[in-house]
């Protein structure tokens, strides 16, 4: 099995910063792509930013030039820069990852989710 664990989350005035961490740890033989997603109160769950293992990145529109996702692959962990925080921001935030375990096993994992919450 694959657990992610998340940190990093918590309450910000507009314009700030926070940074999200996310580290995967069990019987993990390769993590393909790993990434951030965020569900707002009375929404879906919805991308934020995803990144391979070849470091290619994808952002939702929403976040693009404020948010940089990024990875250290020998530590099998993501992390999640956010700039220019709105409070639209505010949301649980979610670690995934795409990941093959030690018995070949390929699958989607999550984390437990972060709190994020950007103040006006």
């Known amino acids: 099995q694959v657990q992610l664990v998340e940190s990093g989350g918590g309450l910000v005035q507009a314009g700030g910063s926070l940074r999200l961490s996310c580290a995967a740890s069990?019987?993990?033989?390769?993590?393909?792509?790993m990434g951030w997603y965020r569900q707002a109160p009375g929404k879906e769950r919805e991308l934020v930013a995803t990144i391979t293992a070849v470091g290619t990145t994808n952002y939702a529109d929403s976040v693009k030039g404020r948010f940089t996702i990024s990875r250290d692959s020998a530590a099998k962990t993501v992390y999640l820069q956010m700039n220019s925080l709105k409070p639209e921001d505010t949301a649980v935030y979610y670690c995934?990852?795409?990941?093959?375990?030690?018995?070949?096993?390929?699958?989607?994992?999550w984390g437990q989710g972060t709190q994020v919450t950007v103040s006006s």
């Open positions: 995934n990852a795409e990941a093959v375990t030690t018995g070949y096993y390929r699958s989607d994992y």
């Open positions: 069990g019987s993990i033989f390769r993590i393909n792509v």
